[in-house]
């Protein structure tokens, strides 16, 4: 059957607003599915894409990486999925599959990262996306789509950190942030029987961060406060993307204690306390496909839910600038009003 073009919003230079988009749909490869997008997630990481921040942007660029949507259809190597079927698709689209981190499986390290993005071509905010079957993901079917979109980036990043160094439900963590990513990593955090505490210099998100799971609340702006967690955690999750006291952090992490960077910030801080106490500070990006189908079914079984707000796929630019602003409680998906408009077969 053929395809209708496919009908987006993108942003076509540097730090430019979306604009209506529209273009002629991807060929299928073989192991290629294409989806008809019904809700898509903005995450910071598409802003910074839109800002060129990671240097690989080609404009006209369309973001999108949180995204849930349903079948239209497949190429002749797809197994286990067919027309119909309501998926969920995050940053990674596919991968080089040649490269030693594929081949032990750690699909996520891929070498070619840059082309492995769903948003190469054009990611999902848009009418229809194409992806490699391999990271297409199945949702619970009492998962609402909305929750799974957000799952889908956001949720994957700080379960992979969590189930990767919080390998105790004895271990303290905290979490740096009560933002998109921190506020689920609580939840998560809690989820696996950790003792949490939430950090953040805005006071305001108290009740809500202990209503996440968090057993307590440090305002990082109170200097006495943050005294009181000095060597009182084994693992410290950093959502924050700027703002960052390490010198505090730092001294809140027991000796040979780790942090686990989730976010993007700038890193400045005297080495001393780093060698002296023996501390770790590594990164965490997503996970494979293993890690996305159990983070899926740990979300599920723990009832964890991202606090959403749901706007029209054409209120992009409202909900980037409410994203840029800290305004967003805290992660806004997108809804497609386009379905049935373009990207469909027909």
């Known amino acids: 059957m053929p395809i209708s073009p496919v009908f987006g919003y993108a942003a076509r230079a540097l730090g430019q607003p979306c604009e209506p988009f529209t273009y002629e749909p991807p060929k299928l490869g073989e192991h290629d599915v294409r989806i008809s997008v019904t809700h898509c997630g903005v995450c910071h990481t598409d802003i910074q894409a839109i800002d060129n921040y990671y240097g690989i942007t080609t404009f006209p660029f369309v973001p999108g990486h949180e995204i849930v949507g349903t079948v239209l259809e497949g190429g002749p190597g797809v197994i286990g999925l ?33 082309r492995t993005t769903v948003m190469v071509p054009y990611g999902g905010f848009s009418s229809s996306v194409v992806a490699d079957y391999r990271f297409v993901y199945p949702l619970p079917p009492a998962m609402p789509s909305q929750v799974a979109a957000v799952l889908m980036c956001a949720g994957v990043t700080v379960y992979s950190a969590l189930w990767t160094y919080a390998t105790s439900r004895e271990l303290k963590v905290a979490i740096l942030g009560v933002g998109g990513l921190g506020h689920l990593a609580i939840q998560f955090a809690h989820a696996f029987g950790c003792e949490v505490t939430a950090i953040s210099s805005s006071p305001a998100k108290a009740e809500q961060a202990l ?10 702006n109170d200097k006495a406060g943050m005294r009181k967690l000095d060597y009182g955690h084994d693992l410290l999750i950093c959502t924050a ?14 000796k040979r204690g780790r942090i686990v960077l989730v976010g993007f910030p700038d890193v400045a801080f005297n080495s001393t306390d780093l060698v002296a106490h023996e501390l770790s500070l590594t990164g965490s990006l997503i996970g494979n496909p293993t890690l996305m189908r159990a983070m899926l079914s740990f979300a599920q079984e723990h009832s964890i839910t991202p606090a959403v707000e749901l706007m029209s796929m054409s209120q992009v630019n409202k909900a980037i600038e409410r994203v840029k602003e800290n305004k967003a409680r805290y992660r806004i998906v997108l809804v497609n009003d386009t379905a049935g408009a373009a990207g469909q077969t027909g």
């Not at 027309?83 to 070619?112: A, N, P």
């Not at 209503?211 to 990082?220: L, N, P, Q, Y």
């Not at 993307?241 to 027991?254: I, Q, S």
């Open 241 to 254: 993307n700027d703002g960052v006291n390490w010198e505090g952090l730092l001294m809140a992490l027991k």
């Open 211 to 220: 209503g996440f799971g968090a057993d307590r609340f440090v305002d990082s």
């Open 82 to 114: 067919k027309e119909g079927d309501r998926v969920g698709v995050g940053w990674q689209g596919r991968s080089c599959g040649r490269c030693d981190w594929c081949i032990k499986g750690e699909t996520q390290l891929c070498m070619e990262i840059e």
